[in-house]
C-alpha cells in the first residue's frame, strides 16, 4: 500500500518502521537534516464534514518529496487519526499553496466528488537549525492506496474507476476548475475501490479575472499524459461558457491515463520529458488501445480514442463521459443472449400511416402528429431501449441502433413542449452522433451478375467499374469519378445491346444520380463544405436544408438538400430509404428514397 502523498515527487529512500497509536504500521522517511520538521507539532482546526475540533498534529516523520515541498506523516495528539501534512517549501508561492487547499475544500464538498479534502490549513512558526521559520501547511486525510501506476488493471476494475473519476471531474469542471495535472498517481484507489483524485496543485480557477487572457502558458504538468495543447503552452484555461474548450485537456489526460490503466504500458514513451513532449505537442491521431492489445472491448477503447482526440473540440466533456462509463457498467447486466433478446425486443414498433407528418416541420402538421401520436408510443423510451441496445451490440447494428437514437431525439425535439426533453437526451444523442460519426469508411460493396450467357463478363465489367468510380466517389474526388464516367459511359453502350442491362442499368443509374448532384450543389454553393442528398417524394412534399432553406419536389422529382453530415439524415427524414450511398465527415452524399 502507499499513502497519500499530494506531490507527484519521486519516493524516498531511508525508511523506517513506525506504530500510530490506533496500532497500525506504516513505512515513513526520516531525514532529520533534510526535512527538520518532523517531531515538531501544529496546532489547527481540523474541519471534517460535521464538525470542526481543536488539535494538535505530530509530524512522525517523512512520506514524500516532490517539486514544491514535503509531505509529512502526521498523528493526532487527542484521538490518534493519521493524517498527511503538506509543507511548502520557502522558495514557492504561498499564495498558489494556500489557493489549492481552498480550492479542494471547496470542490471535496460536492456530492460525488472524491477530491481529497482540504481539514485544515495555514502558516505556523516551526524551529530549523538556523532558528524559527514560518512555514505554509496543508492537512490532508491519510489515505491507504494501491499504486495503479505500476498495475495493469482488470477491465471491470476500470470501468468502476473511470466512472468514479469522470463524475470527480465532472464536479471539479462545474466549479470553474481545471485540474491540469490528472495521471495514474494523482489517483488514488482504496482498497474497498473508493476512488480519489489527489493534487490540485496546478488547478486553475477559470472563473478568476486574469491579468492577460491570452497569455502563453508555461509547461507544466505529467508529460506523457497532457494533452497536445498544453504540451505547446497554449492557453487552456477557457470559461465554462467556451463549451467546445472548455476542462477539454483534463479529458485528454483522463484518456491518456485510461490507456495506461487498461495496456499497462505509458503513452508516449521517450527517453526523457523533453523528447516525450515533442512526441506530445505533434501528435496526429488518437490513442489506439486495441493496437497494443485486441482484447481490449470496443466500446471502451472508443472512449480512449474521443477522449485523445488531438483536436481539443472535438473530445467528449466529463458529464458524457460519466454517461458512457454507467452505460458500459449497466451493459454488462445482459450477459445471455436471452437477455440481450429482451433489450432488443423494446426498439421494436410497428411504422404508423401518420409517420410520414415527421419531416415537415409546420405547427399545424406538428400539432395533428401530437393528437394522433400521444400515448400510442413513448420516444423517450424508444430512444432509451435503442442507446443500450447500442452498447450491447456491434459493427451494423450498433450503428443502426445509434442512427436510432437521433431519430428519436429529433421527433423528441419536434414534438414535445418546451422543457419536456429530458436532460439527459441530448448527451444520449451527442454520444451517438459522435460514435457514428467515427464508424467505419462507408463503401459501396461490389453485386454479381446472375445468369450465364454471351457478354456476361463484359457486363459484370461494366458493373465493377461503376462500383469502383462510386467508391472514389465516397471519398470525396469528384473529378476523378466524372472522368471515370467517360469511360463507364462506352461500356454501358454496349451492355444496353444485351440481356444483363436490368441488371447493370439501375446502379449506372443511381451513379449517375449521385454524381450530377454532386456537381449540382458544387456548383450552386460553392462556398458550402457540407453535403447533400436527393429523394423522390410519393406526394408533393418540401423539407428543409441546414441552410434554412424550404426545398419542394414533386412526384418522379430528385431533391438535393444540403445537410452538415451525411449521418445527420435519419434525424431529418423518416422516409423508406430505398438506397444509400454514404460518404465521410464533409464529402458528397447520396440516398434514393423510394415511395412510401
Known sequence: MNCYSGFGGIQLTDKMTTKSSNGKSSTIIKRDRDFPFTGQSIECEVEYSNKTLEDVIELTGVHKKGGMGVVYKGISQKSGEEFAVKILDPDQEVENFEREAETAKRCSKKKGVNIVPTLAYGRKILTTSTGPKE???IVMPYIEHRNISEERLQINEVDEIALQLARTIEGIHEEGIIHRDINPKNIFVEKHGKTWLADLGLA????????????????????????????????????????????????????????????????????????????????GEPLDARKTDKSIPVTLNDIVQECTDPDAKSRPNAKEIKHEFE???????????????????????????????????????????????????????????????????????????????????????IMANKGEVPEDAYIIASIA?????????PEITRQKVRGVGFGKKQAQKCLDEITDAGNIWLRGDIEMAVELRKGIDEEFKEVKKMKWREQVKPTYDLFNIMLDGSIKIQEAMPEFEGVGYAYRPSTSSHIYGVDGVQYSGDVGQHIWIPVMDARQIPMITSLLVKRLWITGYGHMVGILIGET
Open 135 to 137: 512555514i505554509a501547511y
Open 204 to 283: 486553475k480557477d477559470t472563473e478568476e479575472k486574469l491579468a492577460d487572457e491570452t497569455a502563453a502558458e508555461t509547461i507544466k504538468g505529467t508529460p506523457c499524459y497532457m494533452s497536445p495543447e498544453q504540451a505547446r503552452g497554449e492557453n487552456i484555461k477557457h470559461k465554462k461558457e467556451e463549451k467546445e474548450l472548455f476542462g477539454k485537456t483534463d479529458v485528454y489526460s483522463f484518456g491518456s491515463t485510461l490507456f495506461k490503466l487498461v495496456t499497462g504500458k505509458t503513452p508516449f514513451p521517450a527517453a526523457n520529458a523533453t523528447l516525450t513532449i515533442k512526441a506530445v505537442q505533434e501528435v
Open 327 to 413: 452505460m458500459r457498467i449497466e451493459s454488462k447486466k445482459y450477459s445471455t443472449k436471452e437477455e440481450r433478446d429482451k433489450v432488443l425486443k423494446a426498439t421494436e414498433t410497428r411504422p404508423k400511416w401518420y409517420d410520414w407528418l415527421i419531416p415537415a416541420p409546420i405547427p399545424g402538421v406538428i400539432a395533428l402528429y401530437k393528437l394522433l401520436k400521444e400515448k400510442s408510443e413513448d420516444r423517450e423510451k424508444l430512444l432509451r431501449a435503442h442507446e443500450l441496445a447500442s452498447w450491447i451490440t456491434e459493427g451494423r447494428t450498433r450503428r443502426f441502433h445509434q442512427s436510432q437514437v437521433l431519430k428519436y431525439y429529433k421527433q423528441l425535439n
Open 433 to 441: 452522433e459522435r460514435q457514428l460519426r467515427k464508424g467505419p469508411a
